[in-house]
Nanobody
Framework: QVQLVESGGGLVQAGGSLRLSCAASGSIFIISVMGWYRQAPVEQRELVAV???????NYADFVKCRITISRDNAKDTMYLQMNSLKPEDTAVYYCAMFSQVYNYNYWGQGTQVTVST
């Protein structure tokens, strides 16, 4: 059974940094596309960044140059380094694992990120 566990969220002042982690159980991490999504109150969940099994990355326009997604396949862990945080980055951040080839998707429980002014 696949489980995704996020950590690293918290309260930070505007301009600060946080590093989120997503630890995956199971044996399919290495073949999976991994992504970070976020959902602010009364907003829809939106994509933040994705990284393929080969390490190719893609970012939402609103986070480019401030956020870096990475993965460590040896540790079955994905990361999201967030810098220059803004109050509008406040949201619950979710880790996702998916594959269009094998038709699966899994989600973590989310971690709260709050950026104060």
């Amino acid at each position: 059974q696949v489980q995704l566990v996020e950590s690293g969220g918290g309260l930070v002042q505007a301009g600060g940094s946080l590093r989120l982690s997503c630890a995956a159980s199971g044996s399919i991490f290495i073949i999976s596309v991994m992504g970070w999504y976020r959902q602010a109150p009364v907003e829809q969940r939106e994509l933040v960044a994705v990284i393929t099994s080969a390490g190719s990355t893609n970012y939402a326009d609103f986070v480019k140059c401030r956020i870096t997604i990475s993965r460590d396949n040896a540790k079955d862990t994905m990361y999201l380094q967030m810098n220059s945080l803004k109050p509008e980055d406040t949201a619950v951040y979710y880790c996702a694992m998916f594959s269009q080839v094998y038709n699966y998707n899994y989600w973590g429980q989310g971690t709260q990120v709050t950026v104060s002014t």
